[in-house]
Each structure stands twice: as structure tokens, then as C-alpha cells.
């Protein structure tokens, strides 16, 4: 009895390993040609790669974005051809689950991962764009200073006050960016008040004349003078001309400059720069001041 039983047991797995072996005999010639597409697949994975590396610093100037894309591109290549090789040998199957796995596992990574990915994205999409290259002075919410290096999930500025600030790319993304270096300009914007005593037209013309004389001045023609408002003790001008910027004159240098030189100018033109005035003056509408009623105050007690 127990002979039987064993007898049956090593029927059903001699007739099981001879299937197996006789449709392994079959697919032998598709196994080997699955290898051959791998191998195959590899090796132009490996050579385009290069080539897209080559190709993409010359496009984005930047090495890093260049290598992701190319492994990237790479890893599709590769997978292509390990999809197809399944295919010969039968495993079309497994080529689903294979797909739907790997849609699985890259939705919770980016979940996992979402900070990091957006980061990661936006640095990609800027190597594209270009919004600001090193040496870049640019300005973006807080963020105010020379670009000194551009990775691929942040950007490294240089502020002004001497610190390095490593700047996630999703916040350079998501912001308005003001790229101080594209145009190679920038316009200096300088409020000075006059009395009301003196001529707004004549105080126009001597400041727009000492300014164009300067060598850090460009774009003379466009240097203006405004009346802006009237203020509680003067005429209230504004003043705007233009620079190189970055230049050899730096921004706050230039302003400085701008400054001492309309002071100069007006007291040499005899042109007041009021400090506040108070004037006390009895009745709505205008009535005697104060300096003219004393001496009649006087008189009558006399």
C-alpha cells in the first residue's frame, strides 16, 4: 500500500519534471534570444547615454541635471528591452505585474518623498528654463544675493551681508525671481524735497546736469526729475537715473555718490533742502500770524 502510494507520488513528479523539461527544450532558442535582446539593450543603453550627457551639458550647462536625465533615459532603455526579452520567454504576466508594481512603489515613494521630489522637480525645470545662471545677482522673496552654485534640489546665494543661504528650489520655483544681471541695468530711485520757495524747473535741470556728469551715469537722455507730491515743508522731487549693474560702481556706491552730489548741488545753487517748518497761522482761512500779532499786542498794553 504505502509502495503504491510512493509509486504515484514519483509518477506525478517524473511527469511533471519531463513537462517542465520538454517545454524548457522549446523555449531554449526564445531564452537565449531574450538574453541576447538584454545584452543588446544594455549595450545601446550605454552608448546613448553618453551621447544624451554630452548633448545635455552642452543644453543646460549644468552636469548634474545632464547625468539624472541621461541615467534616466538610460534605465528606460534598459527596462524596454528587459520587457520585450519577458515577452519571448512567455512572461508577458509577470511584465504586468512588473508595471504595476513599480506604479505602486513610485506612488509611495513620491508620497514619501514629496518634499524632496518637488524640490528635485523644480531644479530640473529651472536647468531647463534658465531663470538665473552662476554669478547672478537675484532677488526672490527673502532671498537677495549672487548665485554662487545651482544643484539640483537647491541653489546656494551669497547675500550681501557675506552668508551663504542654501535655497530649497521649490521656493525659487514657486516665487517671482528678479534677475538683476539679464539686462545688465538698474534704475536708482532718490526722493529729495525743495522749499516751496524755490523753482522746481530750475532744480530739475541743475540736478539732471550734475548727474549726467557723472561717469556711472548711463543712458543720460533717460536721467528725469518729478515732481511728486507736496509735502508738509517742501516740494517733494524724485529723482531717477541709471547704472551699470554689476559694475565698477556698485548700487549702494553709486546712490551715495548721488546723494552727496544733489546736496552739493542745490546749496551751491543757493536751492534750499528744507528741514521741517512749522508756521502758526490764526483763522481758517488765513489770518494773522503769530510774528504780526505781537508788536500789536504790545502796543495796546502800552
Keep these: ?12 513528479i517524473h511527469e511533471k519534471l519531463q513537462i517542465w523539461i520538454e517545454l524548457g527544450i522549446k523555449l531554449l532558442p526564445n531564452v537565449f534570444l531574450a538574453i541576447v535582446i538584454t545584452i543588446l539593450f544594455i549595450f545601446i543603453a550605454k552608448i546613448t547615454s553618453r551621447v544624451v550627457v554630452t548633448l545635455l551639458k552642452r543644453l543646460f550647462d549644468s552636469e548634474q541635471i545632464a547625468v539624472l536625465l541621461a541615467s534616466i533615459f538610460k534605465i528606460i532603455i534598459i527596462s524596454i528591452g528587459g520587457f520585450i526579452a519577458l ?17 505602486i512603489i513610485g506612488l509611495a ?61 521649490k521656493l525659487l520655483f514657486r516665487n517671482i525671481i528678479t534677475n538683476y544681471s539679464t539686462l545688465g541695468i538698474r534704475k536708482i530711485e532718490i526722493p529729495v524735497g525743495i522749499s516751496y520757495a524755490d523753482d522746481p524747473e530750475k532744480a530739475e535741470r541743475v540736478i539732471a546736469d550734475a548727474l549726467n556728469s557723472c561717469d556711472f ?49 542745490l546749496s551751491d545753487e543757493d536751492i534750499l533742502i528744507p528741514f521741517p517748518i512749522r508756521t502758526l497761522d490764526f483763522g481758517a482761512k488765513g489770518g494773522e500770524k503769530l510774528d504780526s500779532m505781537l508788536p500789536t499786542k504790545n502796543r495796546i498794553e502800552r
Excluded: C
Design 1 to 12: 500500500m504505502e509502495f503504491d502510494v510512493f509509486n504515484r507520488f514519483w509518477e506525478l
Design 87 to 103: 515577452e519571448f520567454v512567455g512572461l508577458s504576466g509577470t511584465v504586468t505585474s512588473i508595471l504595476a508594481g513599480a506604479g
Design 109 to 169: 515613494i513620491g508620497f514619501a518623498f514629496q518634499d524632496m521630489t518637488e524640490n528635485l522637480i523644480a531644479g530640473i525645470v529651472m536647468g531647463i528654463r534658465k531663470p538665473f545662471l552662476i554669478g547672478d545677482i537675484v532677488e526672490a522673496d527673502d532671498v537677495f544675493g549672487t548665485i554662487r552654485t545651482i544643484n539640483l534640489r537647491n541653489t546656494i546665494v551669497e547675500t550681501f551681508s557675506g552668508q551663504l543661504e542654501t535655497v530649497p528650489n
Design 217 to 265: 551715469v548711463i543712458k543720460k537722455e533717460e536721467t528725469a526729475i518729478y515732481a511728486e507730491s507736496f509735502g508738509d515743508s517742501s516740494i517733494n522731487l524724485l529723482v531717477w537715473f541709471w547704472i551699470k549693474y554689476p559694475g565698477e560702481t556698485g548700487f549702494m556706491q553709486a546712490r551715495h555718490k548721488a546723494i552727496s552730489l544733489i546736496q552739493k548741488t
